[in-house]
């Protein structure tokens, strides 16, 4: 199994604190048939979230970059045992 997370909502406020909300997903690699631009069905080979696994939504002390944020999430899905992050989500 794969996992990836997604950032649902970055909020800054006055007192200078920020919270952040994201959902971690459970998912696959699979190939399905998809309309494409012409309206054709043709195979596509790609990540697919098949499961949420938890949402969370944390108060930071100061402002951080979206890069910041990200590095954060990323050691978090590295150190699961169980499953390994999407390539796009990884501190290689």
């Not at 990836?4 to 406020?13: M, Q, S």
């Not at 938890?54 to 890069?67: A, F, G, I, N, P």
């Amino acid at each position: 199994m794969l996992t990836d997370y997604k950032l649902k909502r970055v909020v800054e406020h006055d007192d200078g604190k920020q919270t952040v909300e994201f959902v971690f997903y459970e998912g696959e690699i699979t190939t399905e048939d998809e309309i494409d631009t012409d309206g054709r069905l043709v195979p596509v080979t790609r990540y697919r979230r098949t499961k949420k696994l938890r949402e969370r939504s944390v108060t930071l002390e100061s402002v951080e970059s979206l890069d910041r944020i990200q590095k954060r999430l990323n050691n978090i899905l590295a150190r699961d045992e169980s499953r390994s992050p999407i390539t796009e989500q990884t501190d290689a």
